[in-house]
């Protein structure tokens, strides 16, 4: 089974940076998307960033220019790096991996999530 383990999420003050780390493990056939999505009370889980097979990158408005995704293949991780960190990026955030050949035949899997705490 796959698994997705999320780490350094905690707390920082509004204009800070973190980075978020995603370990991947099992058995993995094709990727078609893999990213970080997070949830803040009260609202919908929210697409943060995604990087393709294809090799794009994407980005929620609100978080481009301060957000940056990235992948170590080697390693089986993926990263969010995150600057200039607001109150409102508070909340759970969640790695993605989506396994398959395309959107309509793929497996999603994710992780448990690291908590993101923006406050002064």
């Known amino acids: 089974q796959v698994q997705l383990v999320e780490s350094g999420g905690g707390l920082v003050q509004p204009g800070g940076s973190l980075r978020l780390s995603c370990a991947v493990s099992?058995?993995?056939?094709?990727?078609?998307?893999m990213g970080w999505y997070r949830q803040a009370p009260g609202k919908q889980r929210e697409l943060v960033a995604t990087?393709?097979?294809?090799?794009?990158?994407n980005y929620a408005d609100s978080v481009k220019g301060r957000f940056t995704i990235s992948r170590n293949n080697a390693k089986n991780m993926m990263f969010l790096q995150m600057n200039s960190l607001k109150a409102e990026d508070t909340a759970v955030y969640l790695c993605?991996?989506?396994?398959?050949?395309?959107?309509?035949?793929?497996?999603?899997?994710w992780g448990q999530g690291t908590q993101v705490t923006v406050s002064s």
């Open positions: 993605n991996l989506d396994v398959g050949s395309n959107w309509l035949n793929r497996w999603r899997y």
């Open positions: 099992g058995s993995i056939s094709s990727i078609y998307a």
């Open positions: 990087f393709t097979s294809d090799g794009i990158t």
